[in-house]
């Protein structure tokens, strides 16, 4: 499996695993791309793109189930933290004191860097994701256009 996992989505494959459910692997070929003209190449091309997109897809979004789960966590944890530094700090006289004072703290700081680091992993891999649907998208339009002759 060469799914990048953090350790919320690491505990959700583990459950999976466990049902004996487990997740597509990654294609052992390159991601597809398709050609600048797609009607120039035959019906077996198309088809066989069709799949190579489509289990790359399926790879691709489980990624971007993982990446989701894991930047939720990653929220979470900074969550608690924050939490933790106003209690902490619940005696200082102005709110605006409490949130510099979060704000400053070194393991707060810290964790809103792997928060923004999820967050730009799940926004690339949705780029990813984002990408080759729309190629099946057109796959399947040609596929379509070849059937209605």
């Keep these: 499996m060469d799914y990048k996992l953090g350790e919320a989505s690491t505990k959700a494959v583990r459950k999976l ?24 190449i035959s019906a077996e091309e198309v ?17 971007q189930a993982m990446a989701v789960i894991d930047e939720k966590y990653e929220e979470g944890v900074l969550e608690e933290i924050e939490a933790a530094v106003r209690i902490e700090n619940k005696d200082e006289k102005t709110v605006t004191t409490v949130k510099a004072l979060v704000f400053e703290d070194k393991e707060y700081m810290a964790q809103r860097e792997k928060v923004r680091a999820a967050y730009g992993y799940r926004k690339a891999i949705e780029t990813l994701y984002n990408s080759l649907d729309r190629a099946r998208f057109i796959l399947s339009r040609e596929i379509t256009r070849r059937t209605d002759k």
């Design 17 to 40: 695993n466990l049902q004996d459910l487990e997740l597509p692997p990654r294609p052992d070929y390159d991601r597809p791309t398709i050609p600048p003209d797609i009607t120039a």
């Design 47 to 63: 088809i066989t793109l069709m799949g190579e997109v489509t289990s790359w897809l399926d790879f691709i979004e489980t990624q």
